[in-house]
């Protein structure tokens, strides 16, 4: 592609991001979104949509109040609107036919840098070890905080993915966009223990892994049940975490809508058990 035809396409996928801010205090906090239609819809992170409203700043300098309209913590998925029209939209893009090698690009808000750009290549697509059994899209692409939430986007600037979070050894991890397009149709399915988490070794043999608590709904099921952000998950009804997978399967066969969770705080690695009711 000419670099000019690339500075094009860059430019109307800048359009097409917004910044997304919360308010003040404890929730307070920002990331990226993609403008999915002109009529207002927004798709971000679900971590980075936390609360129930918002602050969706566009390229031009308008900022709206945004209403989360749906949320799926387990695929770290919102959707956002505002009262706008005419909106410079993105293109989705076929994530499917995303191929190792391939040149992608980011856009995103990241340590205060409005429209950063930023390209890559496509590493792989599919689950990762560790991860559970949603697929990704996996890219060399540099992200930083405040990325989340902003669109991968391919050498035709059609978004193939939302950026949202780094693993080990640089590689982003973005959903892919045809996952997108399924929430966008089904939005928050199921129970939801309303936490937004993220595995770790424990680092013990045969331990199974924990998951790390990085963002807690106020008034989801773990806020009830007083779990707190940093509360590393081990185990659900005795049994320990073997993939992030295991705690949406407990989840969902909760019996009478309640599950013993098992969880280590602290430095002590203090280990107790509670019973959370399950929201709908």
């Given at each position: 592609?000419?670099?000019?035809g690339?500075?094009?396409?860059?430019?109307?996928?800048?359009?097409?991001?917004?910044?997304?801010?919360l308010?003040?205090?404890?929730?307070r906090?920002?990331?990226?979104?993609?403008?999915?239609?002109?009529?207002?819809?927004?798709?971000t992170?679900?971590h980075v949509?936390?609360?129930?409203r918002?602050?969706?700043?566009l390229?031009?300098?308008?900022?709206?109040?945004?209403?989360?309209q749906a949320?799926?913590?387990r695929?770290?998925?919102?959707?956002?609107r505002?009262?706008?029209?005419?909106?410079?939209?993105t293109?989705?893009g076929?994530?499917?036919?995303l191929?190792a090698?391939?040149?992608?690009?980011a856009?995103?808000n990241?340590?205060?840098?409005?429209?950063a750009l930023?390209t890559?290549?496509v590493h792989?697509?599919?689950?990762?070890?560790?991860?559970?059994r949603?697929?990704?899209?996996?890219?060399?692409?540099?992200?930083?905080?405040g990325?989340?939430?902003?669109?991968?986007?391919?050498?035709?600037?059609r978004?193939v993915?939302?950026?949202?979070?780094?693993?080990?050894?640089g590689?982003?991890?973005?959903?892919?966009s045809?996952?997108?397009?399924?929430?966008?149709?089904?939005g928050?399915?199921?129970?939801?223990?309303?936490?937004?988490i993220?595995?770790?070794d424990i680092?013990?043999?045969?331990?199974?892994i924990?998951?790390?608590?990085?963002?807690v709904?106020p008034?989801?099921?773990a806020?009830r049940a007083s779990?707190?952000?940093g509360?590393?998950?081990t185990?659900?009804n005795g049994?320990p975490?073997?993939?992030?997978?295991?705690?949406?399967?407990?989840?969902?066969?909760?019996?009478?809508?309640?599950l013993?969770?098992q969880f280590?705080?602290?430095d002590?690695?203090?280990?107790?058990?509670?019973?959370?009711r399950l929201?709908?």
């Amino acid at each position: 592609m000419a670099i000019r035809g690339f500075g094009e396409v860059a430019e109307r996928l800048r359009r097409s991001t917004v910044q997304v801010t919360l308010g003040s205090g404890r929730e307070r906090g920002s990331g990226s979104g993609v403008i999915w239609n002109e009529d207002g819809l927004i798709v971000t992170n679900a971590h980075v949509a936390r609360t129930d409203r918002a602050k969706v700043e566009l390229w031009d300098g308008r900022s709206f109040e945004a209403q989360v309209q749906a949320r799926d913590s387990r695929r770290d998925l919102a959707s956002l609107r505002i009262d706008a029209h005419g909106l410079p939209a993105t293109t989705p893009g076929d994530s499917s036919a995303l191929r190792a090698g391939e040149i992608v690009m980011a856009v995103g808000n990241p340590l205060g840098f409005i429209g950063a750009l930023t390209t890559g290549v496509v590493h792989s697509q599919g689950p990762l070890r560790g991860m559970g059994r949603q697929p990704w899209v996996q890219a060399a692409v540099r992200l930083a905080p405040g990325n989340s939430g902003g669109p991968l986007a391919d050498a035709q600037g059609r978004v193939v993915g939302i950026n949202t979070m780094v693993v080990g050894g640089g590689l982003a991890l973005a959903v892919p966009s045809n996952q997108v397009g399924d929430f966008l149709k089904r939005g928050t399915s199921g129970p939801s223990l309303g936490v937004t988490i993220r595995p770790v070794d424990i680092g013990r043999p045969n331990a199974g892994i924990g998951l790390l608590i990085l963002e807690v709904a106020p008034e989801g099921a773990a806020g009830r049940a007083s779990l707190l952000m940093g509360d590393l998950l081990t185990g659900a009804n005795g049994k320990p975490f073997r993939s992030p997978d295991d705690l949406s399967d407990a989840v969902d066969s909760a019996q009478n809508g309640l599950l013993s969770l098992q969880f280590l705080r602290g430095d002590r690695h203090t280990r107790r058990e509670v019973a959370v009711r399950l929201a709908a």
